[in-house]
């Protein structure tokens, strides 16, 4: 009996990713490898049970994660080849985004480039203190770890209460455990955020009787209870030690983060997605290059017309006393592997070109002596290109952020000093202005060039001195601004001093020449 392949069903059970469901498999039409298939069934029995589209995205964000880990097989990880170029061309990017300072605060108007120094200052403030406090170059990179990976990123806010610490903490979600629901389908319009955090009820030390704590979060209400089960459907749901109050914030404090721009839908795209599988053959290849190196360190022996029972193998061992007729001989290699070896060498380059990470930039030698300023730029300008989306997508949300802290801190904390200056400074702050990251990027610079060219902007009157500081990177700039008039000024009523002391001597000088040439006289 014949396979019934059969057509596609249109009112079967769909997928996120387009493909149509069908009576004849589920949710993708792909077939999935078994290692995949291992991942799913984790997820179902672990994450959740009830709803395909999301076993779906979780599975692929497991994948994704067991890739970035370095567990490229299903089995013997330990002891196979395992060249893990997803993660480090994941970790290239985002520390090149990111460089040592990972991000500092600039406040942007919609109406006009302007913005008054007092309350760019303030704003700075409130933002580098919140931050801080969230550790903001650790968390910085988990955002983005979080995000290449699985391609999507969920940032939280949380009021913390303490007398001595009281802010608000900027916290990222694992994303295998987020899941979001809409207004009738509209992806601009979040109906909940729902966060799981898996409970430890087999451990040695654990006290609890439940799988899973979950918090759910709508505009007008927050939710929180435990679960015995995975399901995530409403209907379905056992729910333990059920609270429920009201949200005071009147908004969802979290934030979605796309890693990559896809306009078809709400997720957004891994780093991992275009050069996994790639990455997975390319250490299937380089496994079976090994089995042949190996194969020659220690050959298989073949002796004709003698007996082996009293031969040994061995560095410097003698044969000798062999039949006239005995052969012996090792079996050695007799098919070129060059075509083996570029292949793998087409692979990897494969993956830099799907990546936009150029090899020099996973530190393969390279003359640059005396390469100028503009070729490295043009060398490494798919790198930035990347960096530059990312630094769109993740400036988004973490300008949202810093709006939301802006409004929970108006609620939670409304004396706050610096936050009754600023609404007094601009009290439509929230409609008209935002608070957007400056990225600092790794990229090298030639800080000689870069100085050379700000003295000329300012001596033919292109630019200003905050905007050039701003392009550097300065964090405090009205502070610093008002700090080197300052020094401007003390060095001018100095220079006036030591040209009046000058004087005086000169003048003292010339009078006491005059009283001995009357003397004299």
């Excluded at 990312?390 to 409304?414: C, F, H, Q, V, W």
Aim: net charge negative.
């Amino acid at each position: 009996m014949g396979i019934d392949v059969g057509g596609m069903n249109p009112t079967g059970v769909g997928s996120y990713n387009g493909y149509p469901g069908s009576k004849y498999w589920n949710v993708d039409s792909r077939p999935l490898s078994e290692a995949t298939n291992v991942l799913r069934s984790f997820v179902l029995q672990n994450i959740v049970q009830d709803n395909q589209w999301e076993i779906d995205r979780i599975t692929k964000y497991y994948l994704y994660w067991k890739f970035y880990e370095g567990m490229h097989y299903k089995d013997f990880n330990d002891g196979l080849l395992s060249f893990n170029y997803i993660k480090a061309f994941i970790d290239k990017v985002n520390m090149f985004l990111l460089g040592d300072e990972a991000f500092t605060f600039h406040v942007k108007s919609f109406y006009t480039t302007q913005v008054d120094k007092d309350v760019e200052k303030f704003a700075e403030e409130l933002m580098m203190y919140h931050w801080g406090k969230s550790d903001k170059l650790l968390l910085a990179y988990e955002i983005l770890q979080m995000g290449g990976v699985t391609g999507d990123a969920w940032l939280g806010l949380e009021w913390m209460p303490n007398e001595e610490d009281r802010y608000c903490r900027v916290s990222v979600f694992d994303s295998r455990q987020c899941f979001v629901t809409f207004v009738n389908g509209d992806y601009n319009n979040v109906e909940s955020f729902m966060v799981r955090q898996p409970l430890d009820q087999n451990g040695s030390n654990s006290q609890t009787k439940y799988r899973l704590f979950v918090k759910r979060w709508t505009n007008e209400s927050i939710e929180t209870w435990y679960q015995k089960d995975v399901s995530i459907e409403e209907n379905k749901v056992q729910k333990y030690e059920y609270q429920k109050y009201t949200n005071r914030y009147g908004f969802i404090p979290v934030v979605h983060i796309k890693n990559r721009p896809n306009s078809a839908g709400y997720y957004g795209k891994s780093d991992a997605n275009d050069i996994l599988k790639i990455n997975k053959i390319y250490n299937e290849i380089m496994q079976q290059l090994k089995a042949v190196v190996d194969y020659h360190v220690t050959p298989t022996t073949v002796i004709t017309g003698a007996s082996a029972k009293s031969l040994k193998k061995g560095l410097g061992q003698i044969w000798s006393g062999l039949p006239a007729e005995a052969n012996v001989f090792n079996l050695g290699l007799d098919v070129d592997l060059s075509a083996t070896v570029n292949f793998a060498k087409d692979l990897k380059t494969a993956m830099h070109e799907l990546s936009d990470v150029p090899e020099n930039a996973l530190g393969k030698i390279q003359a640059i002596s005396n390469t100028s300023a503009a070729a490295l730029q043009i060398t490494y300008h798919p790198l930035m290109q990347q960096a530059n989306i990312k630094a769109m997508t993740y400036g988004e949300g973490i300008t949202k952020i810093n709006s939301m802290i802006l409004r929970m801190l108006s609620i939670e904390d409304p004396e706050n000093p610096r936050l009754l200056k600023l609404q007094k400074k601009a009290p439509n702050f929230l409609a008209e202005m935002r608070i957007e990251p400056i990225f600092a990027y790794g990229f090298p610079k030639d800080k000689t060039d870069e100085l050379n060219r700000a003295q000329m902007e300012l001596n033919m009157k292109l630019s200003s001195r905050r905007e050039i500081m701003e392009r550097m990177g300065k964090q405090n700039i009205p502070e610093l601004l008002d700090e080197i008039d300052e020094d401007l000024i003390h060095l001018g009523i100095l220079q006036s001093r030591i040209e009046q002391l000058s004087g005086a001597s000169e003048s003292t000088g010339d009078e006491d020449t005059e009283n001995e040439e009357e003397t004299t006289e």
